[in-house]
């Protein structure tokens, strides 16, 4: 028999917390995606003013700026 200690436990799980994270941004109408970027795309980002140069190595900037030119190029539809 479950205590309400061991619910509490599996609703903390990792597991059930990726499957909140996926059912959230599934109601929002986003998907996660990993994608691999080459260096060259990274500094398109830095020429086009989207990224600072000091970030081309941080992958927090990086999104961010992947972010902005996504919004830029085909509208911010949020």
């Given at each position: ?12 799980s ?6 909140r994270?996926?059912?959230e ?15 060259t ?23 961010d ?13 949020r």
């Amino acid at each position: 028999m479950k205590t309400e200690d061991s619910d509490i436990q599996a609703l903390h799980s990792p597991a059930a917390v990726r499957m909140r994270r996926h059912r959230e941004r599934q109601r929002k109408g986003l998907r996660c995606l990993s994608i691999e970027i080459r260096d060259t795309e990274i500094e398109a980002l830095v020429r086009n003013g989207l990224l600072a140069s000091e970030m081309r190595n941080s992958p927090l900037g990086v999104i961010d700026a992947l972010y902005a030119f996504l919004d830029r190029t085909f509208g911010a539809a949020r």
